[in-house]
């Protein structure tokens, strides 16, 4: 395993932001498991967690305000360090970017015992939320998150309460999926009144 501290890395348009290596989840498909980096970026996997300083000096390297979307992905799950995400948009917003885009297992409250949506308010524009699988049982399977049964309807409910703080709320599947499982995947976005966004399957990438 390569180790680099690459924080910051372009992706088309977007700039993505790589601010932990933690993540309660061992998703079957995670593209840490098949490489050290993404999209063709430097190792992903980090020397240490960042710190804030060490994020704003990763970020002052780039023009900022230039990308359509600032995004918070890695090789990690960004909620695990809520607080650094929310002083990183902060520093984002302030040199100008127009939007942050949080790409997220939807574990956060999980993560931190409490509901975490709130803290998203005025700090992401666009919440991307891996639903991975229409049903419980199929979910559990390919993401097996360290919370166990508790984690899919957690997700949802995060899911659900981010409507109420972040502008753009969306749930993601990648077209790989059974008709089946695909089909209870709409019926479920549905019922939580959120779009889904239906990804190409790209082995280059994360889950996002
Ligand atoms: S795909 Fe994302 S949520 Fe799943 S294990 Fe990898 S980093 Fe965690």
Redesign the pocket.
Known sequence: MQKAMTIAYEVGENLYLNITNH?P???T????TMSDGAYGSDPLWLEHEPSLEEIRTALDAFDVAKYKEVVFCG???PTERLEVMRETARYLKARGVKCIRLNT?GLSDLIHGRSTAADLEGVVDVVSI?LNAGTEEAYLDV?RPKFGAEAFPAMQRFAEDCKAYVPQVMLTVVDVLEPSELAAAKRLAEQLGIRLRIRKFDNAA??R
Request: charged share 20%; net charge positive; glycine share 6%.
């Open positions: 993540c989840c061992a998703c498909f995670c593209i840490r090789f990690g799950e297992n891996s993401t994360t889950r």
